[in-house]
């Protein structure tokens, strides 16, 4: 049982006095103690979980070929490195280039390339994004990001092709 135990000093003036015991019995607020800290355990989320909204769009062409003249191709690499180029791979528009995610790496690529599509074709430019097996899923999150901060409105996200996979060791990041 936990007790608290104090005595009142004697004085000169209370000399005649008896000493006087005070007790205090503080099981209760032990046990309430205990009872707060245990809610408090329970019901606190250390982290909270982040998510990211992917809104896929709902298109009539399904199955349609992408034009390669529009599509740019983002090919995810190691160490954060992203090779990208504008067209076929065998026959490109805008050779494979190594970049990274900083404002003059791929987002100026998107904004610049995006520019360029529209005032060439009138149409909006097409992503497709190739995550390898030696990206980290960070990067995709990173090319995602840019891809909304560039305002590119149709991108998808698809399997990395074995002519990728060369380009990339070719140049270094895969």
């Known amino acids: 049982m936990a007790e608290l135990a104090s005595s009142t000093p004697r004085s000169g003036a209370a000399r005649g006095r008896k000493k006087m015991n005070v007790r205090i019995d503080l099981t209760a607020m032990v ?4 009872l707060l800290i245990t809610f408090f355990i329970l019901t606190t989320t250390l982290e909270k979980r982040k998510a990211m909204d992917v809104a896929m769009p709902i298109s009539d062409e399904i199955g349609q070929p992408v034009p390669a003249s529009r599509s740019l ?14 067209g076929e791979l065998a026959k490109p528009v805008i050779a494979p280039t190594i970049t990274n995610f900083s404002s003059a790496g791929l987002r100026q690529t998107l904004i610049e390339t995006g520019k360029m599509i529209r005032a060439k074709y009138g149409k909006n430019m097409i992503v497709l994004v ?6 980290k899923y960070s990067s995709l999150v990173s090319t995602l990001d840019e891809l909304n901060i560039s ?3 149709i991108y998808s996200i698809v399997d990395i092709a ?3 996979v060369d380009a990339l060791k070719q140049k270094g990041v895969y």
């Open 31 to 34: 046990d309430l103690a205990f």
């Open 73 to 86: 191709t983002i090919c995810l690499g190691k160490n954060n490195q992203v090779m990208y180029y504008l």
């Open 130 to 135: 190739k995550p390898s097996d030696h990206s």
């Open 151 to 153: 305002q590119t409105q």
């Open 162 to 164: 074995q002519p990728d």
